[in-house]
């Protein structure tokens, strides 16, 4: 398995722009988590799935935010609008068993 | 809620030091903790998992404890090389029922190993 996939891996967006941030993860893992990485607050979970069902939501900032998984391959982070204060790292992980594997992140850049 | 901290914020070593980093959760209702490293604008690596039930676990040179009615755990590295600096973060799975599954992080560790 390639490991947990997330494109793109750098993304440059004006203010008020649709961003879409994806995810595949591994084959067979039950979990997946989306967090995002700043200086300032470190790693923050912002929504996780179980079996592509959202299970805790609350990390998420702002209704501006939103993830979905419509499958056991596939999830995407959506922020619209963005704003110049969603700059970040953006990291996708997978976990089965307890073990939790993350992808290589997006650097999210708003300006 | 659980809460994880990670003391110290940032260690500087000279090469070849044995050395421990800590972590402490506010909640023992855990399934598991793992241990992490992250070079510089990369992702997060995986190093060692230890289950709830378990002590210890160790990866070569890297042993990692767990206390869980403590609330701790320790990663220990030994004879350490300039290659192990990165930061090191550790992140338990909360077996609270309100939380179940959910992978909380502490804020990590820098270490940097001067030659």
């Known amino acids: 398995d390639a490991g947990v996939i997330q494109s793109p891996r750098h993304e440059v967006t004006e203010m008020g722009q649709e961003v879409t941030l994806r995810c595949k993860p591994i084959s067979g893992h039950d979990y997946l988590f989306w967090y995002r990485q700043t200086m300032m607050r470190g790693l923050e979970l912002l929504i996780y799935?179980?079996?592509?069902?959202?299970?805790?939501d609350s990390g998420m900032p702002e209704d501006r935010f939103s993830a979905k998984m419509p499958n056991a391959s596939f999830s995407t982070l959506k922020i619209q609008p963005s704003e110049p204060r969603d700059s970040a790292v953006y990291f996708c992980a997978s976990r089965q068993q307890g073990l939790a594997f993350f992808g290589q992140g997006t650097r999210l850049t708003v300006v | 809620k659980q809460e994880v901290t990670q003391i110290p914020a940032a260690l500087s070593v000279p090469e070849g030091e044995n050395l421990v980093l800590n972590c402490s959760f506010t909640?023992?209702?855990?399934?598991?903790l793992q241990w992490f490293r992250q070079d510089p604008g990369k992702g997060l690596t995986s190093l060692l998992l230890?289950?709830?039930?378990?002590r210890e676990q160790t990866s070569g040179r890297l042993n990692a404890s767990l206390d869980k009615s403590s609330g701790r755990s320790t990663l220990y590295i030994a004879a350490s090389q300039p290659g192990d600096s990165a930061t090191y973060l550790c992140?338990?799975?909360?077996?609270?029922?309100?939380?179940?599954?959910?992978?909380?992080f502490g804020q990590g560790t820098e270490l940097s190993v001067k030659p």
């Open positions: 230890i289950q709830s039930s378990q």
């Open positions: 909640d023992s209702a855990i399934y598991n």
């Open positions: 799935f179980n079996n592509n069902v959202p299970i805790d």
């Open positions: 992140a338990v799975s909360s077996a609270d029922v309100d939380q179940g599954g959910k992978l909380i």
